[in-house]
């Protein structure tokens, strides 16, 4: 507890946005949410009052940084799962646990569990050596996708495999560099998905509307809330997932599932669901709650992790629409420049900024959009991410 406040203090392993986010919902709750960042400009160390400097593979590190904490979380899943279990074993409370946050640290892991609870996966095999992975792709036909077990995101550690010699030729060089690697089909999609739900060490849980979310590059640039177009059993299809792969892994604290909505054959016209990837934290597909539903994602979080009650999870809006600012070119005006323009052509739109240096492509904020009809709002929240990476409206 923080002797100041009577009220617990909450310790997040990650300094980055998901953190510096999570800090804002700690200020209204009246908690303590103490920082472990790497350095003094990362996000939330630019903005919480308690920051601790250390790196996330260090033990004893993290020892020092738990020290007074109620509760430990996370802001990216980095942290070496024998650390997260010599703690544990050293009395910290940890949320999620190791046996549930290694499934969203080891795709071959999840994959294997997934497989056991009879959830939908794509065809997948672990891959050990370049044969493998060219059996794998002979048998369920090219392309095939490479991905590495641990470590990816963002579409880093994701690797198109279009045919046998080439396979050949990334899988050697991949091996060689100690990566491990699953294989997994290349399932034709409609659309990318994703559901969250947080749950509490009761066992309540409290799930989120079903999202589409929009990817360029590997990277999500945009989530329409709800899925515009989804169907109600199949909405309710994969918050029951969420809400049972939460409960079969032991989640404590948000689960993000990202889901492909791809044809089902059995059916004239329909859909089925394949799981993509777990996340065990706030997650990118969840930032529109902040606005947009009554208790957002990061408030739900410590809620979670604190054994509250959770909160409401209905949206505040008929449609709402999350775009990421993703870094421009160097030059032209400045972001101060920038916002004054987007608050004078979009004075609706909300603005949150990271702190982080610009780089082409490197996701440094996102900006929100409430309405009633989605090509409306859809164009509005595009223009508005548009204003803050180019400082212009237009494409």
Known sequence: MDSRTGLPVVGMVGGGQLARMTHQAAISLG?????????PDDGAALVAADVQYGDHTDLAALRTFAKGCEVVTFDHEHVPTEHIRALAGEGVKLFPPADALVHAQDKQVMRERLGTLGAPNPRWRPVASPTDLVTFGDEVGWPVVLKAARGGYDGRGVWPATDPASATDLAQTLLAGGTKLIVEERVTLRRELAVQVARSPFGQVAVYPVVETVQRDGICVEVLAPAPGLAEDLAVAAQQLAIDLATALGVVGLLAVELFEVADSAVPGGSRLVVNELAMRPHNSGHWTIEGARTSQFEQHLRAVLDYPMGDTSLTAPVVVMANVLGGQPGGMSVDERLHHLFAAEPTARVHLYGKQVRPGRKIGHVTVLGDDLDEVRARAARA???????????
């Not at 908690?31 to 350095?39: D, E, F, K, P």
């Not at 991410?385 to 180019?390: G, H, I, S, V």
């Open 31 to 39: 908690q303590s949410l103490r920082v472990l960042a790497l350095t």
């Open 385 to 395: 991410a548009r204003w803050l990476r180019d400082g212009t409206p237009e494409e």
